[in-house]
């Protein structure tokens, strides 16, 4: 791919001219995955990037410009100017793989260890195709459907709530007899890529509906959410920086 293609006159100045990495997002729950491994990055391995805040409503991500570092027209976009020609980077879980990739070489985000590293991969995995398109439509169906379909509503509220389960079941140590910090990881666990793929969306159960009754079956969960809460990296990443001027 030339980056003649990639970039064009209507491309915002700031995506084509960075000079590293640039990110292009909104402060959404998928938006917030990629940002809160960026400040991490930023606080362990000085990682420096730019960031373009979009807003989705105005579907700026379905310009020609977008499309052609993103064809599925979503937030967040990574670009790497550092490559020759280049480099764009869809789709969260992947974006984050790359990251540690190239800037976490010690792995303090992922696993050295093969079997931890796929460890990894199951869990994001899960979220990224299992937990976060649900979540996903119990807002849509909620919030911006104009009709209420409450067939809809359930279906997709009783499966975010099974995959909350599911975490539960993991952190709780259910059927190891060993509770864990986090998601993956010898013992109780180390904080990692898996982590911060799931909780941006976990951690907004409330502003998804789901009442406190809801959520009284996953106790580690919830205090799993206020775990990673305490992260100034994770503060930040779903910070003001974040919401569009
Ligand atoms: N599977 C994608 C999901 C990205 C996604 O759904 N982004 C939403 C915001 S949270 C978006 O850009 N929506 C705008 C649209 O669909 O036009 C990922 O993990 O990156």
């Known amino acids: 791919m030339s980056s003649n293609n990639l970039y064009i006159s209507e491309t915002p100045a700031d995506v084509k001219n960075a000079k590293g990495l640039h990110l292009i997002t909104q402060n959404t729950p998928n938006g ?14 000085n990682a420096e990037w730019t ?13 020609e410009w977008f499309l052609r570092l993103n064809p599925n027209g979503r937030i967040p976009t990574l670009v790497d100017n550092s490559q020759s020609p280049p480099f764009p980077v869809i789709e969260t879980s992947a974006q984050m793989l790359y ?8 792995d303090t985000f992922g696993f050295k260890d093969e079997l931890e590293r796929n460890e990894a991969l199951q869990w994001m995995f899960f979220w990224h195709g299992g937990g976060a398109p649900y979540q996903g439509q119990v807002n849509h ?8 379909i409450p067939y809809a509503i359930n279906r997709y509220k009783n499966e975010t709530l099974r995959v909350y389960g599911v975490l539960e079941i993991r952190l709780s140590g259910q059927y190891t007899g060993e509770p864990r910090d986090y998601l993956v990881g010898h013992g109780k666990g180390k904080y990692s890529v898996a982590d911060i793929k799931t909780w941006p969306w976990v951690k907004g159960w409330e502003r998804t509906g789901f009442t406190q009754e809801d959520m009284k079956p996953f106790p580690h969960l919830l205090k799993w959410i206020d775990r990673i809460a305490e992260r100034p990296a994770v503060q930040r990443g779903i910070g003001d920086k974040y919401v569009q001027k």
């Open 51 to 63: 960031t373009t805040v979009i807003n989705i409503s105005t579907n700026e991500q379905k310009k």
């Open 99 to 106: 990251l540690i990739k190239f800037f976490d070489k010690d």
């Open 141 to 148: 169906f909620t919030k911006a459907a104009p009709e209420k």
């Open 32 to 45: 917030q995955a990629t940002q809160i491994l960026l400040e991490e990055l930023a606080d362990t391995h």
